[in-house]
Structure formats: structure tokens, C-alpha cells
């Protein structure tokens, strides 16, 4: 491929479902030039439930159509997969730029003044690796208080993002780190920004919520300009949207979550690879 050829590929997004979403927002507002390719592997979501062995299985089956797609760049947008499959991913593919995800526990860590904060994440994202050498790293003497938050990644999969249920389940989780002095609440798990007005409703004055997705999408431009990736044709900007679910879904979603009027197109898992 030349380099040209190379430069004009899309950026390839993935996530289980609609979460990194929230990360295509962001990556759309920052790079507006850029073609994007979003892929929600709905016919599995929740990651956060599987092994590490299935969410492996699928990122890589992820990959293999992201590069059949001319990809250039990949953002995996999902803080399991990132937590089950980036290093191996990296070591499979040394000359792809990776962008991958975990919880900000870092900023978290600096900015709180009661000493405690929250992290939001999938059950995967806390056993992983990442995380623990994230909170060894960036959390000493700060209390690092953890919820899974059981179901909200398929209420925000079905659209529900203010319903009782959603609420019930946020508040199940954050009134506890609440009543502990929590004034600093990280998104690690990149379906949960869809539900930050309940959050802060829940929360109320005065604690931070921490979103990832401008770090992540800055992250992806530092890339570019180190791989001298940036798109050079003028031909318009356009994203294609993917899911191995069901497309009349996922494009009602993009209506709901993001007010996009995109079609999204269907995909197929056959013996683990994506097909059209
Ligand atoms: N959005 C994902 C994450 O950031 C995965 C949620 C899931 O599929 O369980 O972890």
C-alpha cells in the first residue's frame, strides 16, 4: 500500500455495543476530516461477562475486518476488550496504531480533595492487569472505591438511559461512595457517558464525573502525527457504521444516543470472522 493510500483510510472504532459511541462523539468532534468506521459487536454484548478468551476471539475477529477495510488506526473503544486484548493485539500487529482505553484513575486520583473516588467499570476492566497497575501506579493514598454496576450496559443497549430501572441501578451504586466522601466518578466502561445527566441527578453539586473520550480521541491525533496518518484527500468526511446485531437497532440508537439520522449496516459472525 502506499503512503497516500495508506493516509486516506478510515479509523477503525470498535466497541460490544453502543458504548464507544461516546469515543466516536468526541473522535468526530476533534478530527472532522477524518473517515471513521464504527464497529458495536452487539451479537455478543456485554463483553463485561464473557471470558477472556471469547472477548480475545472477537477482537481480533474485529481487527482482521477493520484491516479488510483499509483501517489505519484503531481505537479500541471499549475499556474490556482494552483490558482482555490490547497488548496481544499490539504484538500481533506491531506496525497498526492502537489507541486503547482504561479508567482515568490517574486524573481521578488528582484532582479529588476528599482523598476517595469512584470508578464505574465492567467486571472484565477490574480484573484486568491495566487496572491494577493503573491504581497501584496513580492511586497511593487515595481510596479507590469500585462498582460493576450489574445490567446498566443492557439498559443503555436497549435505549433505556432514563428509565427507573437505570436509575435503580445507578443509584444502587453510587449512593455507598456517596455516603463515603466520593467527589470524583470515572466512566470506566465507555457505555456509562450516555448516562451522565442521571449520574449527576444522582450525585448532585460538586463531584466530578470523569469521561475519558477527549483524552482518547487527543491520544489518537498524537498517533496520527507520529505515523503521519492525517487524511490528505478533500473528499468529504464520512463514517460508516457497523454492527454483527441488528442494523434497524443500531440505527435507531444512533437517533437516540447521538441525534445522527446514519444508517447503520449489518454484519455476520461465520467460523469467527465478520462478513457482509
Ligand atoms: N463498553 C464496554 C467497556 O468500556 C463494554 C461493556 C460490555 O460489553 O460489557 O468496558
Known sequence: MTHLKKQNGPIGIFDSGVGGLSVWREVRRQFPEEDLIYLGDQAHVPYGERSREQVLAYSRGIIRYLL???????????????AVALA???NTYPSLPFVGMEPAVKPAAQETSTGVVGVLATPATFQGDLYASTVEKFAKGVKVLQDTCPGLVGEIEAG?????????????????????????IVMGCTHYPFVIPLIREIAGEGIQVIDPAPAVARQAGRLLTEYDL?????????????????PAHLTRLLKLLLSLNDQAAGLKWVEGELQE
Open 88 to 90: 496481544e493485539l499490539r
Open 160 to 184: 433505556r438511559i432514563d428509565s427507573r430501572q437505570t436509575r435503580q441501578i445507578l443509584e444502587r451504586a453510587l449512593l455507598p461512595m456517596l455516603a463515603e466522601g466520593v467527589d470524583e
Open 230 to 246: 492525517f487524511k490528505q484527500s478533500g473528499k468529504e468526511a464520512k463514517t460508516r457504521f457497523y454492527t454483527s446485531g441488528d
Open 68 to 82: 479488510h477495510k483499509q483501517t489505519k488506526l484503531v481505537i479500541i473503544a471499549c475499556n474490556t476488550a482494552s
